[in-house]
C-alpha cells in the first residue's frame, strides 16, 4: 500500500476508471457484467482503475481485468479497508484518508470513465466526473453501460432537467450512453465531444 501521487506516472496504456457497485445481494448478471468489462479491458490491452474493494462487481472486475492480464490498480479509503475487504490483489492499493481523495486519485490515473449499474455512490461518482467534463475540467471520454435500462429513470429525470432548460445540450451530449460492452469500451477509447 502506498500514498496517492501527485500524477500519473506509468505507461502510454489506457486506464479505464470503472464505476459500480460493491454491495453484495444483487442479482448476478451484474457481476457477470462487470467481469465481461473486466475481460475486455485486458484483451484490450488496457488497466483498470477502480475503487479498490474486492466485493460484487468491483471484485469482478478487477478480478476479470487481473485474470486477462490488466494491470490493476484500486483506491480505497482506510476505513472502508476491511469494510469493502480490500483487492489486495490489485497490481497498485492505494490507501487515503477520505472518499474525496479516493475520487481523485482515481480521476487521476484515469484516461477514461465507464460506469456500470451501481448506487448512490456510483451514481455520485458519475455525475461528479460528467460535470466536471462538461464544464472542461478535463476531456476524458464518460460512459455509461446501461444493458437493462438500470438508469431509465435517472436519464429521463435528467432529460427532464434539460426540457427546462437546467441541462444544456451539449452537457447531455457529454455523457455517452450504451447498451453494449464493446462499444462502451470503444467509447473509452475515444476523444471525448
Do not use: N, Q
Not at 71 to 81: D, E, F, Q
Amino acid at each position: 500500500m502506498s500514498a496517492p501521487p501527485t500524477g500519473r506516472d506509468r505507461a502510454s496504456s489506457t486506464a479505464v476508471c470503472v464505476y459500480c457497485a460493491s454491495v453484495d445481494g444483487i442479482a448476478p448478471r451484474y457481476t457477470e457484467l462487470a467481469a465481461e468489462v473486466g475481460r475486455e479491458i485486458a484483451a484490450r490491452g488496457w488497466e483498470l482503475v477502480s475503487g479498490g474493494g474486492r466485493r460484487s462487481m468491483m471484485g469482478a472486475v478487477a478480478g476479470a481485468a487481473r485474470a486477462g492480464g490488466a494491470r490493476t490498480t484500486g483506491v480505497i479509503p482506510r476505513s472502508l479497508v476491511d469494510l469493502e475487504w480490500a483487492d489486495h490483489d490489485s497490481d497498485e492499493l492505494l490507501v487515503v484518508d477520505t472518499m474525496r481523495e479516493r475520487k481523485a486519485a482515481m480521476e487521476d490515473r484515469a484516461d477514461a470513465f465507464l460506469a456500470l449499474p451501481g448506487g448512490i455512490g456510483t451514481c455520485e461518482e458519475l455525475f461528479e466526473v460528467w460535470t466536471s467534463g462538461h464544464l472542461r475540467m478535463h476531456a476524458k471520454p464518460v460512459v455509461l453501460l446501461d444493458p437493462d435500462g438500470h438508469y431509465a429513470g435517472l436519464l429521463d429525470w435528467v432529460r427532464g432537467l434539460a426540457d427546462r432548460g437546467f441541462v444544456r445540450p451539449h452537457a447531455l451530449a457529454r455523457l455517452v450512453v450504451t447498451t453494449d460492452v464493446t462499444a462502451a469500451l470503444d467509447a473509452c477509447g475515444t476523444t471525448a465531444p
